[in-house]
């Protein structure tokens, strides 16, 4: 059975985490030359009453400023700025925005639990013979279809599998839930790639016609995979784009 989603941008607001106004402010402190590499951060139980943060959720936003590198920790001295880095370029990828300024029509073609295959397994590093929850969304523009997106994630007791009840801009985080982890980062691998099979049924595209494909891998803080997902974007109306600090 085919689920269509009718999204209202405008109407629908993105949850921020409650520490997200303590990482903008430590960035912001760093950025504008507050505070210095090799500075010492305020304690935990400083920040935990700055922010009106209980403990585990001051925890989780110095974890994200490490995973970003704007922070480092000595183990019994706390956490210290780390050392501008001005060289490597940035690139913004947020799925969820992208996909729903750009289009007002889902269609969830699908929601299984699966056996995996090899492929599956190695980026899940799971065994074969664990089940996946395998999710495929196409999203519609002037009734074509211009992205085709299909996500796998480890499936564990509890876990929601029927459309109705998945929520995807959580789906990541249900699944972190289930592991009790620490935010999530993020790995990207962008290639062209050519149109076949379902991808070619998806688009009623002409052999040959290329694709932009963008794998993604959710990981926690132990750097265990928790989704592995593709998006294919066909036609011109899609481009990445990134930005250096000089």
């Known amino acids: 059975m085919i689920q269509q989603i009718k999204s209202n941008y405008n109407k629908k607001f993105r949850i921020c985490p409650e520490y997200q106004k303590m990482i903008d402010t430590v960035k912001d402190k760093i950025m504008s030359g507050e505070l210095n590499p090799g500075d010492l951060l305020r304690s935990e139980s400083f920040l935990s009453a700055e922010f009106n943060?209980?403990?585990?959720?001051?925890?989780?936003?110095?974890?994200?400023?490490k995973n970003e590198g704007y922070i480092f920790s000595i183990a019994g001295k706390g956490n210290y700025?780390?050392?501008?880095?001005?060289?490597?370029?940035?690139?913004?990828?947020?799925?969820?925005?992208?996909?729903?300024?750009?289009?007002?029509?889902?269609?969830?073609?699908?929601?299984?639990l699966i056996r995996p295959n090899n492929e599956i397994c190695a980026h899940l590093k799971i065994h074969c013979s664990k089940l996946v929850v395998r999710i495929k969304r196409v999203y519609m523009d002037e009734k074509s279809a211009k992205i085709f997106e299909i996500i796998y994630a480890p499936y564990y007791r509890g876990?929601?599998?029927?459309?109705?009840?998945?929520?995807?801009?959580?789906?990541?985080?249900?699944?972190?839930?289930?592991k009790n982890t620490n935010p999530m980062t993020k790995k990207l691998h962008i290639k062209a790639g050519v149109v076949n099979g379902e991808v070619r049924r998806i688009f009623n595209a002409n052999a040959g016609d290329a694709v932009l494909i963008v794998e993604q891998k959710k990981i926690d803080d132990r750097n265990h995979p928790i989704t592995w997902s593709r998006l294919y974007f066909y036609g011109e109306v899609n481009k990445l784009s990134a930005v250096a600090s000089l």
Do not use: C, W
């Not at 209980?54 to 400023?65: E, I, K």
């Open 81 to 112: 700025v780390g050392k501008k880095n001005s060289d490597p370029y940035e690139l913004y990828f947020d799925e969820l925005i992208t996909l729903e300024k750009k289009y007002d029509e889902i269609k969830i073609t699908e929601v299984n």
């Open 159 to 178: 876990m929601p599998i029927v459309e109705r009840e998945i929520n995807y801009s959580e789906f990541p985080e249900k699944v972190a839930a289930k």
């Open 53 to 65: 943060l209980s403990q585990p959720n001051v925890t989780r936003g110095l974890a994200v400023l």
